[in-house]
């Protein structure tokens, strides 16, 4: 059967008019999972963002609402969350089900997902999101089929943004426990659509779930029929496709093709002006470089950078609005506040005060440290992946004006992952993604519990006054003065100067000009339920 007969037969009681809402997508890199305890990478966060639903979820202003979870109520230790379940919801038809029907969701369905998460034997790539949190299995409850309950050890006033991670969404413990690993590629969820078919690194089709219980006012959702994704992994090829109108949806303005669709302002170019809608929002990545600052290290004990005046020279020597302008199409924003990027509640770049480009600052700042013009001053080697080499390179060209040299050491992504979670690199160039919109998420990347192996301080930062901080933020549930605490840690990240903070991300999407209601969010998740194709 061919792709578009196998469509047409897949949707045809969908739409009565005959018409099919097929939006079609492409994916360049290969879809690991669509089993929510594998959601470790945007693909997988996308796909199975379509077929699962969890608790709670976000809106476009990164608040966390309600989904399955209709209320909740926080105990006033902090420490017990009970959640209220809607009765409508009902997982998509299986044959592992009584009858071939999809049943109702019930609270026992949440406590074996959550479970899922901890299991060693599943190890799920999302065990960090309950791991220091909850004291084991008996930590979550049905009290009855519809209501829910976990107990944490101790308070995290960010728990509710965290369950809204796909890691979190609910599963049918009989489904999953009959295709074990194979649930990957067998999903079975509650969620706007349901899976139909896949041949892997080829093409992906889900269906409309004519059951899906969300609607937007009176209307029933999605909109859409069904989903068609595509595999084709160079970038030019598939960007070709979406000018063909082959494709309703591209991201990701990369590469040959930037300057063909942006001007260095960010503007769309008038060969495309009208051709397709282009949408811009911030997006919580920031895009850093990290310097190794624990003296305990051989490798810090020689290296220059130990001192925080050349760290502090470095941070002033990026001029990083040229940097933007000219090699990314002003895609982004010069992070000159602190760590935690633009987009995220609670970011005031009136308190978290930065670095901004002060050559004779940069210059100034290396004489005290006794390096006068980088008179003495050994070479340094800047690791970085095989994607961020034009970056690299200008980094590398901006800290040369202020007398500074510096070596590039280009690695394969995973390998330059590796060589970090080791403390093996001094100066390395980073990006931190959010897991859930809260600012803790990425305070937590400098405290000191969080030292590898066992977490991600890359940089050795350990300050007893920072930790103090972040172990208070915990026990305060008035955001705003949660969000001041988070202030005062980012500001104390800054002056020490163990991360160069280069630029806060912008998500980019392109779509047809058919095409309404795609909304833009911070954490670039793809909701596609109330999508509409003319």
Known sequence: MSLALFLLVACKNNNPNGEKKVFNLNIDQSLTSMDPAFARNQNAIWMINQIFNGLVQIDSDLNTVPCIAKTWQVSPDGLTYTFDLRKDVYFHDSPLFTGGKGRKVNAADFVYSFNRLIDPKVGSSGGWIFSDKVKDSTSFKAINDSTFQVQLVKPFPAFLSLLTAQYCSVV?????????????????????????????????????????????????????????????????????????????????????????????????????????????????????????????????????????????????????????????????????AGFVPAGMPGFDSTIVKGYHYNPKKAMALLEEAGYPDGKGMPMITLSAS???????????????????????????????????????????????????PDAENYLSVFYSKNRVPFGPNYTGYFNDAFDKLFEQSYYEIDDEK?????????????????????????????????????????????????????
């Open 172 to 336: 049918p413990k009989e489904v999953v426990e009959h295709y074990g690993k194979d649930f990957r590629s067998h999903p079975v969820g509650t969620g706007p659509f349901k899976f139909k078919y896949w041949k892997e690194d080829e093409i992906l089709v889900l269906l409309k779930n004519e059951k899906y219980w969300e609607k937007e006012g009176n209307a029933q959702l999605p909109y859409l029929d069904a989903l068609k994704v595509t595999f084709i992994n160079d970038k030019q090829s598939a960007f070709m496709n979406f000018i063909k109108k082959e494709l309703d949806f591209f991201d990701k303005v990369d590469g040959s093709y930037r300057d063909d669709i942006l001007t260095k302002s960010g503007h769309m170019t008038s060969k495309y002006k009208g051709e397709f809608q282009l949408k811009k929002g911030a997006y919580l990545c920031t895009e850093y470089l990290g310097i190794l600052v624990d003296t305990s290290k051989t490798i810090v004990q020689n290296s220059p950078l130990r001192f925080k005046k050349v760290r502090q020279a470095i941070n002033y020597a990026i001029d990083k609005k040229k940097l933007i302008k000219y090699l990314r199409n002003s895609i982004g924003s010069p992070a000159t």
């Open 386 to 436: 095989t994607t961020s080499r034009d970056l690299i390179e200008f980094i590398q060209g901006e800290l040369h004006e202020i007398g500074i040299r510096v070596k590039v050491d280009v690695n394969p992504s995973a390998s330059l992952r590796d060589l970090m979670s080791k403390n093996e690199v001094t100066f390395f160039r980073g990006s931190w993604i959010a897991d859930y």
């Open 482 to 534: 949660r969000y001041d605490l988070y202030h005062k840690m980012d500001n104390m990240v800054l002056e020490h100067a163990s991360i160069v903070p280069v630029y806060y991300d912008q998500s980019v999407v392109m779509l047809q000009n058919n095409i309404s209601g795609y909304p833009m969010n911070p954490l670039n998740l793809m909701i596609l339920k109330k999508v509409k194709k003319q």
